[in-house]
């Protein structure tokens, strides 16, 4: 038996010590595979790493701040010595720019008034960082059978839904901050996507839904194992999967 065959499958997870992205590693590692919990600060890292072994699962902490990239590619070289390839990348870490208030608080980020250095933060982390850490890690991804990409988006980042003036979203104050970047995360998804399908490399963006967390001050009506059960499903898709595409738990959304 090839050693591609018999080799663990390997998941690193951005933003995973607490929330929607520790919830999708418990999920991973449930399904018996080697989670990376990535995540800034080395000690949350390690004791969510130490609660899933302690579950059961095969767990290890991976300092990354993706607005940093030196700890990308450290992180990358980490994961190469140890693993020599990389099965699924799930880019997770986020931020609002609004700090812990529900999206209905977050007057903010009104394009007239937003302040542009709260752009660049949010931007930095929700559309660069993307980047940062997509292609640190794909010449490790390039060495799996079956490489997975998922980006964790939201459905304020769609067009569509977000300009409907009856749609879900219509009540909730203008952004110039969180909410584009994650319409240009979408568009990035998109890109990778379209450069990386002829790899087998599948690169799909995903939207937990309102869940229940700290960036929204648990506002949210889902529990964040439910959030996370689509990013589980985009980064366990087969080879005949979709790619540059857009789910929730329901199914496709529009861009």
Do not use: C
Request: zero cysteines; glycine letters at 10%; a negative charge.
């Amino acid at each position: 038996m090839s050693e591609h065959v018999t080799r663990q499958r390997v998941a690193l997870i951005t933003g995973a010590n607490r929330g929607i992205g520790r919830a999708a590693a418990e999920q991973l590692a449930a399904l018996g595979m080697t989670v990376l919990v990535g995540a800034r600060d080395p000690r949350r890292g390690e004791e969510a790493a130490i609660a899933l072994r302690a579950a059961g699962g095969n767990a290890h902490a991976v300092t990354l701040d993706v607005t940093h990239h030196a700890t990308t590619r450290e992180a990358a070289r980490q994961i190469e010595e140890r693993f020599g390839h990389l099965d699924v990348l799930i880019n997770n870490a986020g931020i609002t720019g609004s700090g812990q208030v529900s999206p209905q608080d977050a007057y903010d980020q009104v394009p007239s008034s937003v302040d542009l250095n709260m752009v660049r933060e949010v931007f930095e982390t929700n559309v660069f960082g993307v980047i940062a850490v997509t292609n640190a890690m794909l010449p490790l991804l390039r060495r799996s059978l079956a490489p997975r990409i998922v980006n964790v988006s939201s459905a304020a980042g769609s067009l569509a839904i977000a300009s409907a003036t009856d749609g879900p979203l219509a009540g909730l104050p203008a952004s110039a901050a969180y909410t584009p970047s994650k319409t240009a995360l979408n568009a990035l998804t998109v890109q990778y996507a379209h450069e990386l399908r002829k790899e087998g490399i599948l690169v799909n963006s995903a939207d937990p839904g309102y869940v229940d967390t700290e960036i929204n001050n648990h506002s949210g009506h889902l529990t964040v194992a439910q959030g996370a059960a689509i990013l589980v499903r985009l980064a366990t898709f087969g080879a005949d999967g979709p790619t540059g595409g857009f789910f929730s738990q329901f199914g496709p959304l529009p861009w």
